[in-house]
């Protein structure tokens, strides 16, 4: 399976305290995605190409999902099938 890197607008809550939740993405097609639940943020490596990424494991149209932030370019991604 090849996977390729799809970056994407997200919008997101920052809190007092410094916590980032994810609260939806707009998808490349222009479909706005909401997260439904946020189950685990931690350091982990993504499948495709990206500088120390932080993996937040999401739940979007109730299934689990990985959107990724690097914070050395500020900007956030998925990973997506290539066709």
Same mark, same amino acid.
């Given at each position: 399976?090849?996977?390729?890197?799809?970056?994407?607008?997200?919008? /997101?809550?920052? $809190?007092?305290?410094?916590? *980032? +939740?994810?609260?939806?993405?707009?998808?490349?097609?222009? &479909?706005? !995605?909401?997260?439904?639940?946020?189950?685990?943020?931690?350091?982990?490596? /993504?499948?495709? $190409?990206?500088?120390?990424? *932080? +993996?937040?494991?999401?739940?979007?149209?109730?299934?689990? &999902?990985? !959107?990724?932030?690097?914070?050395?370019?500020?900007?956030?991604?998925?990973? /997506?099938?290539?066709?």
């Amino acid at each position: 399976m090849q996977l390729r890197k799809v970056c994407v607008e997200v919008t /997101a809550n920052f $809190s007092r305290e410094g916590v *980032v +939740r994810p609260l939806s993405l707009v998808w490349e097609d222009g &479909r706005t !995605l909401f997260v439904d639940k946020v189950k685990a943020v931690e350091r982990a490596p /993504a499948r495709v $190409s990206a500088l120390l990424p *932080v +993996r937040y494991t999401c739940v979007i149209l109730g299934k689990e &999902r990985w !959107l990724y932030y690097e914070p050395s370019r500020q900007r956030w991604f998925v990973e /997506a099938r290539t066709e």
